[in-house]
T-cell receptor
């Protein structure tokens, strides 16, 4: 099983609240990703990082923000949650420098904003 | 921009049968990686198989194999002797030089007993 963890697994929160979704990996991977998975199961890349102090926006515009202060930690923050943010969020990591191109995924956080 | 297309939203096959999932992609790159990922219901996404574009030989992992046609930009997944545990969403994915992974919309596969 991959050493990448997301917390919480499930979160129900009220509109306007600030939330942070946690993602941690113990594999020392430089590359990390956040995907938003819609009800039809399609994956949309919303943020990624090449390493510490590197963050990039993905293909889907998102009101969320990310930070990468430590290699192992890539949290995603929503300053003011809205019902439109209801979705499953998947975190992943990879390290192509090692010659292994595989991305490892966390179990996901299912967010419901009411 | 690179795109990945999976034309089969949903498929069902009987246990022990062989099934092929289709994937096409579009890129102007010559060096890239292709993947098939599996997402079982309520479980983590895991890698099924990968293919380096510079390798002509099709990748194989036990019951899973691919048919990689670089000129046609096609990358299909064949599952032989399908099992109930193969029931899942299957995503075709592409990774280009800057290491951004792009996924197709997925194919929901049901293995029927």
């Amino acid at each position: 099983e991959a050493d990448i963890y997301q917390t919480p697994r499930y979160l129900v929160i009220g509109t306007g609240k600030k939330i942070t979704l946690e993602c941690s990996q113990t594999m020392g991977h430089d590359k990390m990703y956040w995907y938003q998975q819609d009800p039809g199961m399609e994956l949309h890349l919303i943020h990624y990082s090449y390493g510490v102090n590197s963050t990039e926006k993905g293909d889907l515009s998102s009101e969320s923000t990310v930070s990468r202060i430590r290699t192992e930690h890539f949290p995603l923050t929503l300053e003011s949650a809205r019902p439109s943010h209801t979705s499953q969020y998947l975190c992943a990591s990879s390290d192509p420098r090692t010659g292994n191109t595989e991305a490892f995924f966390g179990q996901g956080t299912r967010l419901t904003v009411v | 921009a690179q795109t990945v297309t999976q034309s089969q939203p949903e498929m069902s096959v009987q246990e022990a049968e062989t099934v092929t999932l289709s994937c096409t992609y579009d890129t102007s790159e010559s060096n890239y990686y292709l993947f098939w990922y599996k997402q079982p219901p309520s479980r983590q996404m895991i890698l099924v198989i990968r293919q380096e574009a510079y390798k002509q030989q099709n990748a194989t992992e036990n019951r899973f194999s691919v048919n990689f046609q670089k000129a046609a930009k096609s990358f299909s997944l064949k599952i032989s002797d399908s099992q109930l545990g193969d029931t899942a969403m299957y995503f075709c994915a592409f990774m280009m030089g800057d290491d951004k992974i792009i996924f197709g919309k997925g194919t929901r596969l049901h293995i029927l007993p």
